[in-house]
């Protein structure tokens, strides 16, 4: 079967020179493909949890009644929304990387920064995308009656009580659509790890057709079809959520 | 400021000169009156007069600029007030209900007990059974608040600040958003309350309710009490030009 499958890609590549499926008849190909997707994976999820944490815990620093925090917080996201997150990748690796301590590899001689390439990944997208979702939870929590948070203040509960039961259940409620939108954008920019050379699918994908060029217009119909096939498991787990979390006689 | 002991033979809550302002405008100009515990006050006033800023001072919701309350001696013109110690005293009652519209009429009961007080679940929710029951409210418990009427809901809302066990209850007008029909119902449920002995301050349009209710009744307007007394005189024999007025206008 699996034979069948190979053969077929390869005569397809001898018969239309354009056409070289590599990675379905070549085993190292596929390896590289395969590493690619666990990458674009981890770097997807890391970078979605690590942003919707930040986008939480921002909007609750947002409604802080010190200026001075109000300000970091406006600040972080005027910084992080305004500017490229190619660049901000650029400048994490590269600048910020400099700084970072070096420890001994696992050879035992060579100098591994603490952080690595998809480290610095994570942290800058994830701040990337955290900035829009502080602003997609402040909005939700704008949403949220004061009178409710009032009845919880008069219930006796704290600030911060009243922030994790009662606003941010209902904030999340009517920011699902537009947290919706800013992760499947999350997901795609991964692809920009590409600049510090975290092995993912764009990278892998620009490494295979760089050796054959022959592969180039399959690869890249792989690399359209992946990611129909992850934002599309993304989405359908969202709505999936949205549902299980609507409230029956509230909202639409 | 010393916090002196309180015993039941003193005022539960007791008001001094209270002022209160919005910016410039000031909203309560001098309030004073004191609550003895078991006792029902109702406070009447037009629109606009500051009997809801009143009540909302009580559990410090708003802040006063100057005069006293204190609630079991506790004083709530404090900055460095424990509110957590206040409003385990004062339970709330809103108009607009204000239920958590994600939570059942049951964990709307439940939630403060355990979440505040950290209270066992399994005996929070034994009372909070019991008290919808107390609140006619069977067969509701798994009920979302949208899923309810404005008179059900605001019993939830009811019990939701019973299962506090507050010393004192405040009512901000809380059947003026509700059908006549289901005025009733909830009326019912705030007697059942008072004949147990449970402190009530109510702010209220219910001329008939608080005349049959009230231990004690306070017409305040401009920020200020104008007349109070007892119901007998003071429906009967109201003294001042605008109680009159007022009470000529509503009954």
């Known amino acids: 079967m699996l034979e ?57 620093m947002q409604s802080s009644p010190s200026v001075w925090v109000r300000r970091i917080v406006q600040g972080y996201i005027q910084f992080f929304r305004n500017t490229p997150p190619f660049v901000q990748l650029l400048f994490f690796y590269f600048a910020l ?3 970072t301590p070096s420890v001994t590899g696992p050879d035992g001689w060579t100098e591994v920064p603490i952080i690595s390439n998809i480290g610095w990944a994570i942290i800058s997208l994830s701040l990337f995308a955290g900035a829009f979702n502080v602003e997609i939870f402040r909005s939700g929590i704008e949403a949220v009656p004061e009178s409710t948070q009032e009845a919880a203040s008069a219930l006796g509960f704290s600030r911060l009580q009243t922030y994790i039961d009662v606003v941010l259940p209902l904030a999340f409620r009517v920011s699902l659509p537009a947290l919706n939108n800013n992760l499947v954008n999350l997901v795609k920019t991964t692809t920009q790890a590409i600049a510090i050379a975290v092995p993912e699918l764009l990278y892998q994908s620009v490494s295979i057709w760089s050796d054959y060029p022959s592969a180039q217009y399959p690869t890249m119909i792989l690399l359209f079809l992946s990611f129909i096939f992850l934002v599309g498991i993304l989405v359908f ?3 999936r959520w949205e549902r299980a979390m609507r409230i029956p006689g509230y909202g639409g | 400021m010393p916090q002196h002991a309180w015993t039941d033979d003193q005022p539960i809550v007791s008001i001094k000169d209270v002022h209160k302002s919005f910016g410039n405008l000031e909203v309560l100009k001098g309030i004073s009156m004191d609550v003895m515990k078991g006792e029902v006050i109702c406070i009447i006033g037009p629109s606009g007069s500051g009997k809801s800023t009143l009540i909302r001072c009580i559990n410090a919701l708003n802040d ?4 006293s309350i204190q609630v079991e001696g506790l004083e709530v013109n404090d900055k460095d007030l424990n509110k957590l110690e206040l409003r385990k005293k004062v339970g709330m009652v809103f108009q607009q209900y204000n239920l958590f ?11 403060a007990p355990i979440k505040v007080l950290k209270e066992n679940p399994v005996e929070v929710e034994a009372r909070a059974r ?11 418990e798994g009920a979302y608040p949208g899923e309810l009427s404005g008179g059900q809901q605001q019993r939830v809302a009811i019990a939701r600040s019973l299962a506090m066990n ?19 119902e909830v009326l019912v449920t705030i007697q059942d309350l008072a004949e147990d002995g449970m402190t009530c301050m109510l702010v209220t349009h219910e001329m008939g309710f608080a005349k049959e209710i009230a231990d004690h009744i306070y017409f305040t307007d401009r920020g200020v009490i104008v007349e109070h007394g007892p119901p007998a005189t003071f429906f009967d024999k109201a003294e001042d030009p605008r109680t009159r007025e007022f009470l000529s206008q509503i009954l």
């Open chain 2, 166 to 184: 507050p010393d004192i209850m405040l009512f901000d007008e809380v059947t003026a958003a509700l059908d006549p029909e289901t005025v009733k």
């Open chain 1, 4 to 60: 069948t499958f190979t053969e077929f890609f390869r005569q397809l590549a001898d018969d239309y020179p354009r056409w070289n499926f590599i990675f379905f008849h070549e085993p190292r190909q596929w390896a590289r493909i395969v590493k690619g997707f666990q990458h674009t994976i981890v770097l997807s999820i890391a970078c979605v949890f690590f942003s919707v944490i930040i986008g939480v815990i921002g909007a609750w």
């Open chain 2, 64 to 67: 006063i600029q100057a005069g």
């Open chain 2, 130 to 140: 019991g008290l919808i029951t107390k609140v006619r409210l069977e067969g509701k």
């Open chain 1, 237 to 239: 787990g969202m709505s």
């Open chain 2, 101 to 111: 519209p994600h939570k059942t009429a049951l964990e709307n009961i439940m939630m």
């Open chain 1, 97 to 99: 990387g400099q700084f």
